[in-house]
């Protein structure tokens, strides 16, 4: 049985969500607070976590990062802010899903099974017996079999979603991913919003692996749709419309 935390100071909203996880089978630990939030993922195996940004002793953002610094289980953000900023900070310190409230609690169940089926597919060793996959260029190695990615001898932490994301980005090395491709691929979602949720993932995985977005070594980002890449905007300049970011392996 998957256990699932929520953390959220509108006791109404807690409880139903609460209702809705234990009648698809979830333990459910449920908090108002974020230190009481920190003491069940100290001593609670846990595989998913539900943060609300608004708390009373810490805003969920510090709390996710608090989070991330030991436990890589999937983490959604629930929030009744809407602007973009606040969800690429959620996406960048580690969040892997976003919901603005009023939210449909159906949604937010689907959210979490597809987040879970990752998770205990990619961490918990369930996924259906393959062959070994395994790639290993320029000092880093990425294995499928063990869902382990080294860096120059050193383990990555990676959570499941920007191991998909390298892991799809290996597998289609020497070709160019658009923003769409990725995020279907490894959201498994229809892409319906703007670059900005693989845009926070995609520098959230170059920060771990100290890789330069000017001099990149595995991952690099092409600006612009066919014909000659375009650069992004100049630094302080007001565009109506950045050009769509695709990305490629380096190979």
């Known amino acids: 049985m998957a256990q699932v935390m929520i953390v959220d100071d509108e006791a109404a909203i807690a409880d139903l969500v609460e209702v809705y996880l234990k009648n698809e089978g979830y333990q459910v630990h449920k908090f108002y607070n974020a230190q009481d ?3 069940c993922a100290a001593r609670c195996e846990l595989d998913l976590a539900i943060l609300d940004v608004m708390l009373p002793d810490m805003d969920g953002f510090s709390l996710c ?10 983490i959604i953000m629930l929030t009744a802010r809407v602007e973009d900023m606040d969800k690429i900070m959620g996406l960048t310190l580690g969040a892997d899903d976003y919901i603005t409230k009023p939210f449909n609690p159906l949604e937010l169940v689907a959210r979490v099974k597809t987040q879970l089926r990752r998770y205990i597919r990619y961490n918990k060793g369930d996924a259906p017996p393959k062959a070994p996959q395994e790639y290993d260029f320029r000092g880093l190695t990425i294995s ?3 869902h382990k990615c080294v860096l120059f001898g050193e383990d990555l932490a990676l959570t499941p979603l920007e191991f998909s994301i390298l892991w799809y980005l290996f597998e289609h090395r020497g070709q160019v991913v658009s923003s769409e491709e990725l995020f279907e691929a490894v959201w498994g979602e ?3 919003d703007s670059n900005n949720t693989v845009m ?3 520098a959230r995985l170059r920060e771990k692996m100290h890789e330069s977005s ?3 070594k595995f991952i690099k980002t092409v600006w612009g749709v066919g014909g000659r890449p375009s650069p992004p905007p100049p630094p302080g300049r007001c565009t109506a419309a950045a050009p769509p970011a695709w990305w490629g392996c380096i190979c």
């Open 214 to 216: 000017r001099k990149p």
């Open 65 to 74: 990062q608090k989070i991330r610094q030991d436990h890589l289980f999937p």
């Open 144 to 146: 499928k079999a063990n």
């Open 37 to 39: 939030a920190l003491d």
């Open 200 to 202: 926070s993932h995609i």
């Open 190 to 192: 229809k892409f319906m």
